[in-house]
């Protein structure tokens, strides 16, 4: 006969990771994006604290507006659109003597 053993489970809690402001002003964004496309479509919102706290078809005058309002602090600053642009972030890259072309 063959004996069986059960072993005690071990539950393991990671914790949520801490977001940045920005991040977590992004996500609001992305939250609030379907009740902005009924009321802000085509213009751009800024979200601080996770709410709307203005909005302008201009992003550059908005976010001088916003940041005279609240601060300079982070804030997001997205265009109310369906599908959100890509964002391309331009980098170099560093070639060294004797590194393969």
Known sequence: MSDTMTHSTLEVTVPAPILSK????YRAFM???PELLKTH??????????Q??????????LIKRV????GYVPIHVGLV???QPVSRI????????????
């Open 41 to 50: 479509r085509g213009l751009h919102v800024a979200i601080h604290d996770g």
């Open 52 to 61: 709307v706290v203005d909005c302008d078809a201009d992003d550059i005058a």
């Open 31 to 33: 939250r609030l994006l």
């Open 67 to 70: 940041h005279a309002k609240v």
């Open 90 to 101: 331009p980098h170099y890259r560093e070639v060294r003597p004797g590194d393969a072309k």
């Open 22 to 25: 920005s991040e977590s002003e």
């Open 81 to 83: 659109v369906e599908s």
